[in-house]
């Protein structure tokens, strides 16, 4: 499998797409960090970093991001039909898959540290400006990083699976995004002992955001990995006897 | 593989003597309720140039897509010098296919799309220069794919299934887009190619092409195997004799009574098939009628084709 995962890596790094959605990373992310430490609300930037409200941020949009990796995976293959080639090469589909989510699990953890940097690069010197401390702790720190990538790993291989199984681009990233941002918030209000169990919920509960209503992280974490395991799997076994025609 | 790899590179699966580089056998596929291959059979050779004929919607590219593991058959099997396409060590190394045009990220220059395909199959990067130097894209290789042309577009198809130095091409359609050029040099390339003793299977619905290029003829009509013949042998059996006499109707009945197709045209010429001239002239001579012209006329492929296939269709 290590050829595959050079030839994605090397697929992942060689259109405009990755660095387009890296530079829309850091103007969200950058944008997000200014609204949220300039909004009146002083109280919270007492705080120490770790629990300063602008690395909520960073926390909802880098496993946002990964996600839309993970989706364009297979979808993009799909739709150029370079999915004829790729199978030529490596006619084995499980590695094939197994490659992509070596690569777009490589490409989160670089989206969720330059999320990160971009958040305090740009909420720190705010606070300073502000003329607020700044301390840390730098084991939390390193817990909420830690979090944040697990995460966003676990949204690529979520996406994988369900470009995979879903296979037609706009249908795979519309219905994601219709599932995220409107349908898992219309059904948490109609059955809502069990909402913190959905996908998204247990992506917040993973990265530790609202977790008075949602499970521990490493519960999230759990959760969102037998999503993704879910996810992989349908893609796999349709990925196995579909025809490429 | 070392980085000199034209020449001495160890080999790859390799068949025994004689045996076919691409053989399927017994092979069915329905797509729902639409069958696209109906128990066909067939062999590609080594040494010799297949043309895989056939009308739009024969089944041609769904058979040359099972031969390469993309697409599974409902029936039957499809092997490349006797193993499943999936199970071959180094598919790209044995087998290079262009199957349509449009088959890479538009967004990707031709030359990042062919070190993606060269990774997967840990080729040399260098060997993509090579290739684009082959195929005469160099020029164009930094350019996103998404900028070329038809013609471009094929070259990059044919560059991608070069990459491994295979020892059997598959084309579907690859003249294409070609302008004449582009497909002088195709027949060349693969004429030479297949000298070599190594296989090509060209499919193509452009009979006249085929008749330059190819050595033996597969064609198939709905799904099903019409006839598999050295490409002269199909040009020979549709062999066409006109015939110009004054006695058109005594000839043509002396010509019948013999089993010999016989058809009458505007001119009050006859048009018989099935016997060549020395046997209508002798049969012209038995029965008294003056002969005054005799020409064979040798049918294009495209006729034979179209006389295969109607066949087919009754």
New interface residues.
């Given amino acids: 499998m290590r050829k595959q995962v050079a030839s994605e890596i090397r697929k992942l790094t060689t259109t405009r797409s990755i660095y387009a959605m890296l530079a829309g990373l850091i103007v969200i992310v950058g944008l997000g960090v200014v609204a949220t430490t300039t909004d009146g609300q002083p109280g919270s930037l007492l705080a120490p970093l770790e629990h300063q409200v602008f690395l909520h941020v960073s926390l909802t949009i880098a496993p946002l991001f990964g996600l839309l990796l993970g989706l364009r995976s297979f979808t993009d293959e799909f739709r150029y039909g370079s999915i004829v080639p790729t199978l030529l090469a490596s006619p084995v589909r499980r590695r094939v898959l197994g490659a992509k989510l070596v690569a777009t699990a490589g490409g989160g953890v670089a989206l969720s540290f330059a999320a990160m940097a971009i958040s305090i690069a740009v909420g720190v010197p705010i606070l300073v400006i502000k003329g607020f401390d700044v301390a840390w702790s730098t084991g939390a720190m390193a817990e909420i990083v830690g979090r944040l990538v697990v995460a966003t790993v676990l949204w690529t291989a979520i996406g994988v699976g369900l470009g995979l199984a879903v296979k037609h681009q706009v249908a795979a990233i519309a219905g994601t995004l219709v599932w995220l941002l409107a349908a898992e918030g219309i059904l948490s209000g109609l059955v809502p002992d069990v909402a913190k169990y959905f996908p998204g919920a247990a992506g917040f509960a993973t990265v530790g955001i609202n977790s008075a209503e949602l499970l521990t992280p490493a519960l999230g974490a759990m959760l969102l990995g037998a999503y993704a395991l879910v996810a992989v799997t349908t893609g796999a076994v349709l990925m196995q006897r579909r025809d490429i025609a | 593989m070392g980085a000199n790899s034209t020449t001495d590179r160890p080999s790859v699966e390799r068949a025994p003597l004689g045996s076919p580089a691409i053989s399927v056998r017994g092979v069915t596929k329905r797509?729902g309720s639409v069958t696209a291959v109906r128990d066909l059979s067939l062999e590609v050779h080594p040494g010799v140039v297949t043309g895989f004929l056939g009308p739009n919607g024969a089944g041609k590219?769904?058979t040359l897509?099972i031969v390469?593991?993309?697409?599974?058959p409902t029936e039957g099997s499809a092997t490349v010098l006797g193993l499943p396409?999936?199970s071959?060590r180094e598919?790209?190394e044995t087998?290079g296919?262009v199957?349509?045009t449009?088959?890479?990220?538009?967004?990707?220059?031709g030359r990042?799309?062919l070190?993606?395909?060269a990774?997967?199959?840990?080729i040399p990067q260098q060997r993509v220069d090579e290739v684009l130097e082959l195929v005469g894209l160099e020029a164009a290789a930094r350019r996103n794919a998404g900028t070329y042309s038809l013609g471009m577009r094929q070259r990059l198809g044919l560059g991608?299934a070069l990459l491994g130095e295979p020892r059997i091409l598959i084309l579907d359609e690859p003249a294409n887009g070609l302008d004449p050029q582009g497909i002088r040099w195709l027949r060349d390339f693969l004429r030479g190619f297949a000298a070599k003793g190594n296989a090509v299977l060209v499919s193509s619905h452009v009979l006249t092409e085929m008749a330059q290029l190819a050595d033996e003829a597969i064609v198939i009509s709905r799904g099903r195997l019409v006839r598999q013949a050295p490409i002269h042998e199909l040009t020979k059996d549709s062999r066409e004799l006109v015939v110009v006499t004054p006695e058109a109707g005594r000839l043509a009945a002396a010509l019948h009574e013999r089993g010999i197709a016989v058809q009458t045209n505007a001119e009050g010429e006859l048009h018989v098939t099935g016997a060549d001239a020395a046997r209508v002239g002798m049969i012209a001579f038995e029965t008294g009628v003056p002969v005054l012209g005799l020409v064979e006329k040798e049918s294009s492929l495209e006729d034979a084709f179209l006389e295969l296939t109607e066949e087919d269709a009754r």
């Avoid at chain 2, 990774?119 to 840990?122: I, P, T």
């Fill in positions: 797509f590219s769904t897509r390469l593991g993309l697409v599974a396409y999936r071959l598919p790209t087998v296919a199957l349509e449009q088959s890479f990220n538009p967004l990707r220059s990042n799309h070190r993606v395909l990774s997967a199959s840990g991608a």
